[in-house]
């Protein structure tokens, strides 16, 4: 009798559900996209901020000088033949750059600089991500896309680290076809031998996931097969971002078996998409045990773990179509106790899933002057016949985002 009132109760309570209403199934759980405007890495991952504090310390050692400089240089770059733009010369002049016209003459440099001789240019210093910094500083995407595909400047961007800030630049300036563009380009010249860096792959599921259209879900899940047949496995970023994309484009039980591959099955935006596409499939006997293990006394995790609120939402609709008296009775409980020991997030699934990545990226190039590096501390240092030993060490890809 308890049951029947519950489910009683339930059935005439007025939920809020979100329908995609541009879809032909009507009654299609979408995740409601909340405006904001961000880029995916952020800007210390993407070694941004370094950038610009090594900007500011040439512009304060060249602060009577630099007009004059810029002056030379524009007349270097115009003569073809007499003079020369040295490494330099190029690094200050990036370094220097504070409105469009700096910019301009970079470009210029850049490309008198890739089609001097190289044999004589016998300095180590890499420019491709110092300049997609820039770039992405001055939020130019149109000149960095240009600069990226132009034929004068052949290997200049030929580093994984300046892929992923451009890729980001596009991502943050809504450019998502341009992205998948760019990954398509970068995967034939498979760079270091790496045919999907991963965090490319994290940022064309993420411009795949905000064009959320058929065919961009049809071209994740090639990329997804792809990855699976060469035993790549995504970064979890990039596996949320499919299975969003898959989600909102009617597909639960594809989203499902995305989310298999996910290493860390308990967090969140994982933990949300699986119950939201077993509500979606009607198995919602399966999603309550999911949604019960944020209650385990056991959990060593002592960050408090939540379900977003319109995913719960997607529960209760679905346990109303069930007409399951003792299963309404459950989730009841179990929203109950949520709400009264705050497991339960206001925050929008979609919001999670495209939250800024603060992490260092997973895939760096090691010639890239501004990418931190990696050092194991002295407990982690081994000691070999009286001699000291000291390891690099980059975190591992399961450690990232």
């Given at each position: 009798m308890?049951?029947?009132?519950?489910?009683?109760?339930?059935?005439n309570?007025?939920?809020?559900?979100?329908?995609?209403?541009?879809?032909?199934?009507?009654?299609?759980?979408?995740?409601?996209a909340?405006?904001?405007?961000?880029?995916?890495?952020?800007?210390?991952?993407?070694?941004?901020?370094?950038?610009?504090?090594?900007?500011?310390?040439?512009?304060?050692?060249?602060?009577?000088?630099?007009?004059?400089?810029?002056?030379?240089m524009?007349?270097?770059?115009?003569?073809?033949?007499?003079?020369?733009?040295?490494?330099e010369?190029?690094?200050?002049m990036?370094?220097?750059?504070?409105?469009?016209?700096?910019?301009?003459l970079?470009?210029?440099?850049?490309k008198?600089?890739?089609?001097?001789?190289?044999e004589?240019?016998f300095?180590?210093?890499?420019?491709?991500?110092?300049?997609?910094?820039?770039?992405?500083?001055?939020?130019a995407?149109?000149?960095?896309?240009?600069c990226?595909?132009?034929?004068?400047?052949?290997?200049?961007?030929?580093?994984?680290?300046?892929?992923?800030?451009?890729?980001?630049?596009?991502?943050?300036?809504?450019?998502y076809?341009?992205?998948?563009?760019?990954?398509?380009?970068?995967?034939?010249r498979?760079?270091?031998?790496?045919?999907?860096?991963?965090?490319i792959?994290?940022l064309?599921?993420a411009a795949c996931?905000?064009?959320?259209?058929?065919?961009s879900l049809?071209?994740?899940?090639?990329?997804?097969?792809?990855?699976?047949?060469?035993?790549h496995?995504?970064?979890?970023?990039?596996?949320?971002?499919?299975a969003?994309?898959?989600?909102n484009?009617?597909?639960?039980g594809?989203?499902?078996e995305?989310l298999?591959?996910?290493q860390?099955?308990?967090y969140?935006?994982?933990?949300?998409?699986?119950?939201?596409c077993?509500?979606e499939?009607?198995?919602?006997?399966?999603?309550?045990?999911i949604?019960k293990?944020?209650?385990?006394?056991?959990?060593?995790?002592?960050?408090k773990q939540?379900f977003?609120?319109?995913?719960?939402?997607?529960?209760?609709?679905?346990?109303?179509?069930?007409?399951n008296?003792?299963?309404?009775?459950?989730?009841?409980?179990?929203e109950?106790?949520?709400q009264?020991?705050?497991?339960?997030s206001d925050?929008a699934l979609?919001q999670?899933?495209?939250?800024e990545?603060?992490?260092?990226?997973?895939?760096t190039?090691?010639?890239?002057?501004?990418?931190?590096?990696?050092?194991?501390p002295?407990?982690?240092?081994?000691?070999?016949?009286?001699?000291?030993?000291?390891?690099?060490?980059?975190?591992?890809?399961?450690?990232?985002?």
């Amino acid at each position: 009798m308890m049951a029947n009132r519950i489910y009683s109760t339930l059935k005439n309570c007025n939920f809020s559900v979100v329908f995609n209403t541009s879809k032909m199934n009507s009654n299609l759980f979408t995740i409601a996209a909340i405006p904001h405007k961000r880029n995916l890495y952020s800007k210390e991952t993407l070694g941004i901020d370094a950038f610009l504090q090594q900007c500011q310390t040439t512009q304060n050692q060249m602060e009577n000088l630099s007009e004059k400089f810029k002056e030379k240089m524009s007349e270097y770059v115009e003569n073809h033949t007499k003079h020369m733009v040295f490494t330099e010369d190029l690094k200050n002049m990036i370094h220097l750059s504070n409105n469009d016209k700096d910019l301009e003459l970079v470009v210029k440099m850049i490309k008198k600089f890739n089609q001097q001789n190289k044999e004589l240019r016998f300095g180590s210093f890499i420019f491709g991500p110092v300049a997609m910094r820039l770039f992405h500083h001055f939020n130019a995407p149109d000149i960095a896309l240009e600069c990226f595909k132009s034929p004068d400047l052949s290997g200049f961007f030929d580093q994984l680290v300046s892929y992923q800030i451009l890729l980001d630049l596009l991502y943050d300036n809504e450019k998502y076809q341009e992205i998948i563009e760019c990954a398509d380009i970068i995967k034939d010249r498979q760079l270091e031998g790496i045919k999907h860096p991963r965090n490319i792959v994290v940022l064309v599921m993420a411009a795949c996931y905000k064009m959320n259209s058929k065919e961009s879900l049809d071209y994740a899940l090639r990329l997804w097969q792809e990855l699976k047949e060469i035993g790549h496995y995504p970064l979890r970023r990039a596996t949320t971002f499919c299975a969003g994309l898959a989600l909102n484009q009617g597909n639960p039980g594809v989203a499902l078996e995305v989310l298999t591959s996910a290493q860390n099955q308990n967090y969140t935006t994982v933990r949300n998409l699986k119950v939201a596409c077993l509500a979606e499939v009607g198995r919602v006997e399966n999603a309550i045990p999911i949604l019960k293990g944020v209650l385990s006394e056991d959990n060593p995790n002592p960050v408090k773990q939540t379900f977003n609120r319109e995913v719960l939402e997607k529960v209760k609709n679905a346990v109303l179509k069930i007409d399951n008296p003792d299963l309404a009775l459950e989730f009841n409980r179990i929203e109950q106790t949520f709400q009264k020991l705050g497991h339960i997030s206001d925050t929008a699934l979609d919001q999670q899933l495209c939250q800024e990545i603060i992490r260092p990226a997973g895939i760096t190039n090691r010639q890239d002057r501004f990418q931190p590096r990696y050092r194991r501390p002295k407990s982690e240092q081994r000691t070999y016949s009286n001699k000291r030993y000291t390891f690099h060490h980059r975190p591992g890809l399961n450690e990232l985002v």
